[in-house]
């Protein structure tokens, strides 16, 4: 009888042990294989297959890439006539041989432009014709070398302030408003099954929101090919509220395009995005959390991606795309001037979170219940 017991306890020990290490085993991709793909931006050394840490966790949990930096104008494009192509290529090549969904990001956008795209020989304002010529040669250069590769594209990229209006940016000033238009015609002429998104910020609140409504809504009245909105989701720990994120993720969806959520990490320090990137580090907490972040913060931050996730699932028909902006903590932009932050699913090194089995969970959870 005690032989038979302990047998027993045997079976039900390896049985445990089984359904542990299933579940040491299940991936961001594979949790959310039937809701959307799941992306992740990654820097130089990871496409070139450097970062011993980081590089198994892509291969591993992503099944979509975006590039942090390396097809953004002035990497690509720094002078009149010279491209350089070859981060971008190995970019592309690593997410071929990875088999996964390539994006590329961005093609329009007022930072990290060169200032020579938009001056003449003198240091004087071009024309507009003359920006047009640049802007479609840009486009057409760059999308049609990675035609059929690149799957995504970010054609334009925050052109709208806080309040809903255009930001006067140097394209809008030397083209005028339908710079946004002509980006979208050129990158299509270049790829035409490419799918195009425009891609901003904070669109969960209302005025913002509201003008890139109208926006899109202007471009699909004159047949421009926008396909696909972005969410960037650079949030924190109490913004958007999950109400927020539902309502904006409907709203976009109402009107027939593809909604991603492209640039997701969580700010535990505070300080919220407005118009320009650098008012970021001026805002919120200098560093509360330099000696790490503690238990209670930890499950806030897993119930704070739980909750986001749960919206996501909730419209897995609508969205197909989540990527997040980073692969572990130690690679955020969110690091700013020293500042130790904690945004994403894996720590300094590269272990899971608790945000991680959180939303593996509410993949579970969502699963099951359909």
């Known amino acids: 009888m005690k032989k038979n017991l302990i047998a027993m306890s045997l079976v039900a020990l390896t049985m445990l042990m089984a359904t542990a290490g299933v579940h040491a085993q299940t991936t961001l991709k594979e949790a959310f294989k039937n809701d959307f793909l799941i992306g992740v931006a990654i820097n130089q050394k990871q496409f070139d297959n450097d970062d011993q840490r980081g590089d198994p966790?892509?291969?591993?949990?992503?099944?979509?890439?975006s590039p942090e930096n390396i097809l953004k104008w002035e990497s690509v494009h720094p002078e009149p006539g010279k491209y350089d192509f070859t981060e971008a290529d190995r970019y592309v090549e690593f997410g071929e041989a990875n088999h996964?969904?390539?994006?590329g990001h961005t093609l329009v956008w007022h930072h990290q432009t060169p200032q020579w795209v938009f001056q003449d020989t003198n240091g004087h304002p071009v024309t507009r014709e003359v920006l047009l010529q640049r802007m479609r040669d840009h486009i057409h250069t760059v999308v049609g070398r990675y035609k059929g590769r690149i799957k995504i594209w970010d054609v334009v990229n925050e052109a709208l302030l806080d309040n809903g209006t255009l930001r006067k940016s140097p394209w809008e000033r030397i083209i005028g408003d339908d710079y946004?238009?002509?980006a979208f015609q050129y990158a299509h002429e270049a790829d035409p099954d490419a799918i195009l998104r425009y891609n901003d910020y904070s669109l969960e609140n209302e005025p913002k929101r509201s003008g890139a409504i109208a926006l899109i809504k202007k471009l699909q009245a004159e047949g421009v090919p926008v396909t696909a909105i972005g969410l960037q989701d650079h949030v924190q720990m109490d913004w958007p509220t999950t109400e927020q994120e539902d309502a904006t993720i409907s709203d976009f969806a109402r009107l027939g395009l593809k909604v991603m959520i492209t640039e997701l990490d969580v700010n535990v320090?505070?300080?919220k995005r407005t118009a320009e990137i650098t008012e970021m580090a001026n805002q919120g907490t200098s560093n509360a959390y330099a000696n790490g972040l503690p238990p209670a913060v930890q499950q806030e931050l897993a119930k704070r991606y739980a909750d986001l996730f749960r919206v996501f699932v909730k419209h897995h028909h609508d969205i197909s795309l989540v990527t997040f902006w980073g692969v572990t903590d130690g690679d955020s932009w969110l690091n700013l001037r020293g500042r130790m932050n904690y945004p994403l699913l894996f720590d300094r090194a590269g272990q899971p979170k608790p945000a991680f089995d959180a939303i593996i969970q509410v993949a579970r959870t969502q699963s099951a219940a359909k």
């Open 57 to 65: 966790i892509i291969k591993a949990q992503f099944n979509a890439i």
């Open 180 to 182: 946004i238009e002509k």
């Open 269 to 271: 320090l505070g300080g």
């Open 100 to 103: 996964m969904t390539i994006v």
